[in-house]
């Protein structure tokens, strides 16, 4: 999230808003997307050929991808966040603080 950060100055927080905003429904939601494709290529070696159908374990995946973006867009939120902290504390004057 930093290039969020970087984007913009340390006075400009509605636009880090907006655009951390629009980062924590984008980026989780491909990561989801992702992980989906990836498990229904799973699936498919699983099973032995492309035609899943009903055969596919597919209960509850609907409360899990919930709980997924949810946790996406704390995550986005949080470090975001932290870069924001960092960002600030490093542009105060005659403060140097270290870099972990």
């Known amino acids: ?11 400009e927080w509605a636009a880090w808003v907006v655009a ?5 429904i984008i980026v989780p ?3 989801v997307a992702i992980g989906g494709a990836w498990a229904l290529v799973v699936e498919i070696v699983r099973l032995g050929n492309e035609h899943v159908g009903d055969r596919a374990r597919l209960e509850g ?7 997924l973006l949810a946790i996406g867009i704390a995550a986005v939120w949080i470090g ?3 870069i924001a902290i960092q960002k600030r504390a490093d542009e105060s004057p005659g403060v140097r603080h270290a870099h972990l």
């Not at 995946?61 to 709980?67: G, Q, S, T, Y």
């Open 80 to 82: 975001s966040g932290i």
């Open 1 to 11: 999230m930093r290039w969020i950060r970087n984007r913009f100055d340390t006075d």
């Open 61 to 67: 995946l609907r409360l899990h991808i919930i709980v």
């Open 20 to 24: 951390t905003l629009f980062a924590s």
């Open 29 to 31: 939601a491909l990561v």
